[in-house]
């Protein structure tokens, strides 16, 4: 695959402009590319507008649909649960973390669950919407389900991530990650390069673990057993049956408590009917925040300065590689391959959009 | 080392009267004692009256104080800040997460958090506190830095033990799981063995996997360097950093926001000067606590009924194990090694109880 190096304001200009033509509001408009952006500056190439077509599709076929309106299902001073009913993801998920945002600068605490909705990007971006009013934000989503549980051979539970992003000098403690010790992007590059799985990654059908990628994926696209292993690999001699349970939680704290689809139930495709939470803590109910702030920066970079193992010559803290990544990115632009650039330029196209005519020098 | 099984009751009165004699009153000495048998009863031996030795120590040495009172720091209404101030870690513990309780019962949600703790035993125990009372209870602690960040080679974080416990029928999600690979324990037991460590559980004092579990241990008495890997391993490639940030997140949680002693400063030893936190979650706040009960309910049954990978005949959900060790041990006893009867017995002599008194037929 052959990458180019894309201009992030003529990207952004491009995709904002793709969502307007689609029947998108400005403001709509923004804040999905916003979302979307932040993932290929963060350098998380999946989830970013690599997965435009996949909008596109679901738009298309009417499984996100652009006339529904998120219905409240529940609410409490610190709580509300919302039905997607099949809108756009981001667009909903950042109402839903801004509303947990108000209760919390109100109540100390708010937390806000949502189902039936489409996917939303990266876990992370709403996270750091909380972070970024001062607070401790939590976001987590269950997915269709591709991680079996240990000693398990069916996939019964998503990558189950987990986002948490606490503001710190000079950067933020941003931590977005599955509980499965891979995700499926992951297998998808090596098999493309067809090469061997490492060890305590993926199952076959019989739930053994398996180094080739392209059975482990044709299995999970056609339900035939198997799937990703839950951080800690394959048996509980190395942790598995804690990946696993992490992978439970995020299921509790979103469909369970959303009353939404459990991941073994979800669908694939462009409305997932996924279950998101939102969570955000003004840690400022526990002391001064400067100085908590201060001591958890301090925490950091001591944790960046303790000894390397030999062979290494740096420690990172969650979010450092990301801001190194983006800096790349604004400076260079972000790396695009060629069949994403084909796809953008073929949506466009479909909504009288010239490729060429953002893209040129 | 040789085992015998000991009637719980009699443990239960001869420990109890242990910490009576000890000048903590029947309700304290009952409380303690409720979290050490928790322990020895679902089969986590490590935990349980094993420590015994360790708490009579810190009481003789008198860095935990009989004497002293935990001081509210600051208060709202979902929330408050403690300093132990070196009172037992028990029964702090259970004060702490009987008043998360009460706020979340008021207002859906309570976070306490303490710094300047000894150790409390099982975190599971407090998380199981507020599910008795129909809520999520969420619990964690720092403790004394022996986990390595990923490509480090200093231990800079504790095990980072985090706690869940849901309602469900017919066993509660009893989720309690440190966040590196293993605990310190487990070093212990194949050091005795004198057999191998598996490999990604532990590294050298150079940062590289070590199978020596011996050598491993005694460097991180001496503070030499290395220590346990974080979950997910030795690398990235397995997940390392990810067992890594829940490391750090859980040090959030605790000492951050406790203004307490990070990992990195917390001593060894009796008064630990651990930071602890304590979340219950009424769920109703978010719906018909029936119906997400019974959601959660279905979903551990799916994962329980699910397909077994070849070779395995059974799936668990957390929480199922220890029920199942708590059944034997109510009928059969306590298996109690004699190197831990010998210490339990000196104690008792030491205070003027006499062990055959309580444990002759």
Not at 78 to 89: C, E, L, Q, W
Not at 228 to 238: A, H, K, R, V
Not at 302 to 320: F, M, N, V
Request: proline share 3%; aromatic share 8%.
């Amino acid at each position: 695959m052959v990458y180019s190096r894309l201009d992030v304001k003529k990207v952004r200009r491009y995709i904002e402009d793709i969502f307007q033509k689609r029947g998108f509001t400005e403001t709509e408009s923004k804040d999905i590319t916003d979302v979307l952006l932040m993932a290929d500056l963060y350098g998380i190439e999946s989830h970013g507008i690599h997965r435009m077509i996949r909008y596109h599709a679901a738009i298309e076929e009417g499984s996100i649909d652009l006339n529904a309106h998120p219905k409240l299902v529940c609410e409490t001073p610190i709580s509300a649960v919302f039905d997607a009913h099949k809108t756009m993801g981001q667009i909903v998920s950042k109402m839903g973390m801004n509303l947990a945002i108000e209760k919390a600068k109100k109540c100390g605490f708010g937390i806000v669950v949502m189902r039936g909705a489409s996917h939303y990007g990266i876990a992370g971006y709403y996270a750091k919407m909380a972070a970024e009013q001062d607070m401790i934000g939590i976001c987590m989503t269950n997915t269709e389900a591709i991680a079996i549980p240990t000693y398990g051979k069916k996939a019964m539970l998503g990558t189950s991530p987990i986002a948490l992003c606490m503001p710190a000098d000079p950067i933020d403690f941003w931590f977005d990650a599955a509980t499965t010790v891979v995700t499926r992007g992951k297998l998808e590059v090596y098999g493309k390069k067809e090469a061997p799985l490492p060890q305590g990654w993926a199952a076959d059908e019989t739930g053994a673990d398996c180094a080739d990628a392209s059975r482990v994926l044709q299995n999970i696209i056609g339900k035939l057993g198997g799937g990703i292993f839950p951080l800690g690999g394959c048996s509980e001699e190395s942790g598995s049956h804690k990946g696993y349970g992490l992978g439970i939680i995020v299921e509790l704290f979103t469909a369970i408590l959303a009353g939404g689809t459990t991941s073994p139930h979800v669908k694939n495709g462009g409305n997932a009917d996924c279950s998101f939470c939102f969570m955000a803590l003004d840690y400022g109910i526990c002391g001064d925040k400067a100085e908590i702030k201060a001591n958890m920066s301090t925490l950091l970079r001591e944790l960046r300065e303790s000894p390397k193992a030999d062979g290494h010559d740096r420690i990172y803290t969650h979010g450092e590689k990301e801001m190194e990544s983006m800096r790349d990115k604004l400076e260079n632009g972000i790396p695009v391959n060629d069949k994403t650039i084909a796809e953008l330029r073929a949506i466009g196209a479909q909504l009288g959009l010239d490729y060429d005519d953002y893209f040129a020098q």
